[in-house]
C-alpha cells in the first residue's frame, strides 16, 4: 500500500497454520537517511490486528515488516490451507474488499500405501503322554478315630427352667416382707 492510512482503520492478519508466530516491525524513514525500526506487535496465535493509530504517521514514510512462522495443520486429506491473508478494516470492523491480499498453499496428504498382513501358519505339535510305572502298593487307608472336643451341658430348656423357677421363689419372698 501507499498513501495516508486512515487512524479509525486497523490491518488484521490471519494465518490456517498451526501455531503461528507472528513479528511484526516498523521502520520509519527519518531524513531519508537513518531508519528507525521499532516492535509493533510479537505474538503467537491465528489472527493479529494492527491499530490505526500505530500505522499513521503523515510526516514520515514507513515499511511494515512482517515475519510470520508456523507448522502446516496435520490433515485428514489434500486441501488448500490460508498460509497469510492481509486485509484492511474500516472503524465499524467491514472488510474493504480492494486491500485485501491472500497467500495459499494446496497441502497434499499422501495416500498410505496398504501393507500386507503377514500370515500366520499354524503349526500342529503332537504330544505323548506315558504315565510312570508304579512301584509300591498304595498304603493301607486308616480311618481316623472320633476325639470329643466338646462337653455337652444341661439342656437350654433346662436352664431356662431353672431360672425361671429362681424368679418365681424371688417373686414370692418378696411379697411377705
Not at 430348656?157 to 411379697?175: D, E, K, N, Q
Request: with cysteine; proline share 8%; aromatic share 4%.
Amino acid at each position: 500500500m501507499s498513501g495516508d492510512f486512515d487512524s479509525k482503520h486497523s490491518i488484521n492478519l490471519y494465518s490456517d497454520l498451526t501455531t503461528p508466530k507472528w513479528t511484526v516491525t516498523k521502520t520509519v524513514m527519518v531524513n531519508d537517511d537513518m531508519p528507525l525500526t521499532s516492535s509493533l506487535v510479537s505474538k503467537q496465535g491465528t489472527q493479529v490486528r494492527l491499530d490505526g493509530w500505530d500505522l499513521t504517521d503523515a510526516a514520515n514514510s514507513y515499511t511494515i515488516t512482517v515475519l510470520m512462522s508456523g507448522t502446516v495443520p496435520t490433515l485428514d486429506a489434500s486441501k488448500e490451507i490460508i498460509s497469510l491473508r492481509v486485509q484492511e478494516m474500516d472503524s465499524d470492523a467491514v472488510v474493504i474488499k480492494s486491500t485485501i491480499v491472500k497467500k495459499t498453499v494446496n497441502v497434499a496428504v499422501p495416500t498410505p500405501e496398504p501393507t500386507a498382513i503377514p500370515e500366520i501358519t499354524p503349526e500342529e505339535t503332537v504330544l505323548v503322554i506315558t504315565p510312570e510305572p508304579t512301584t509300591a502298593a498304595p498304603a493301607a487307608v486308616t480311618t481316623p478315630t472320633k476325639k470329643v472336643t466338646y462337653s455337652p451341658g444341661p439342656e437350654p430348656l433346662a436352664i431356662c427352667g431353672t431360672f425361671a423357677g429362681l424368679l418365681l421363689v424371688l417373686g414370692l419372698m418378696r411379697r411377705r416382707i
